[in-house]
């Protein structure tokens, strides 16, 4: 049996396709909605006790959540497809590094623009804590378009082929406002451009947002 990857569309499962897809790896989706009911969250906390997606469970049955981390474990399984540096490089070290920014800044703040009323006990705080969370997503964009702007010369965050950080910056490019982007990010926007017509990324953009 291959890898089981519970996703669901416009959701983080979007890059991990992308990357399964990469590493030409086995595996099935199993599509699996936002739970309902308390029941359905139950069942789903048994496997995350989060309830989110994604959700990569390995052939052994080993679950593995957190997009970076799913994203890290396909690219060691799969050297042949160079979906990171080399472990233990200074290389893998910077690549690393700025995926787990990526997560910890831009994905959860966008968490925070998207459910503004979890993050705040003030029934009225939702547009402010909206709108606090736009304004620090947008900064730490700035902060990866500055980092990438002397590196795309080579094609890609790394070199001339995509990594899992390209691929994550490819997902998050599809959740900020596409004008803004282009008119303040102009290395993040022009690597989101290349990535797009990649058959791979296309497919699973088709299938996200299509
Ligand atoms: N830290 C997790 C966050 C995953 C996450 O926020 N997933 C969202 C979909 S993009 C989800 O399942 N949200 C449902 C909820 O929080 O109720 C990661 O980086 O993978």
């Known amino acids: ?22 590493c030409a790896a086995d595996w099935t989706l199993v599509v699996t909605p936002r739970p309902t009911t308390e029941a359905e969250m139950t069942e ?7 309830g989110q997606v994604p959700i990569l469970i390995h052939p052994d049955g080993t679950v593995i959540t957190e997009g970076p981390a799913i994203l890290l474990h396909l690219a060691d399984a799969f050297p042949a497809a160079k979906l990171a540096p080399q472990p233990g490089s200074s290389a893998r070290a910077w690549h690393d590094r700025w995926l787990a920014f990526f997560q910890a800044n831009v ?7 998207l459910f503004p009323d979890r993050y705040t006990q003030d029934p009225a705080g939702g547009p402010a804590v ?41 997902m998050l490019c599809f959740w900020i406002d596409a004008n803004w982007l282009a ?28």
Do not use: K
């Open 1 to 22: 049996m291959g890898y089981r990857l519970l996703g669901r569309r416009q959701t983080g499962s979007m890059a991990i396709e992308a990357a399964l897809r990469l």
């Open 44 to 50: 789903l906390c048994r496997i995350n006790p989060r």
């Open 107 to 113: 994905y959860e703040g966008m968490l925070r623009e």
């Open 130 to 170: 909206r709108a606090a969370a736009t304004d620090y997503v947008r900064r730490h964009f700035l902060i990866l378009d500055a980092e990438l702007r002397p590196r795309l010369g080579h094609g890609y965050a790394c070199g001339p082929s995509p990594t899992v950080l390209d691929i994550y910056v490819w």
């Open 183 to 210: 008119e303040n990010c102009p290395s993040l926007d022009a690597l989101w451009l290349r990535l797009r017509p990649l058959p791979d990324l296309s497919e699973v953009e088709e299938q996200h947002f299509g």
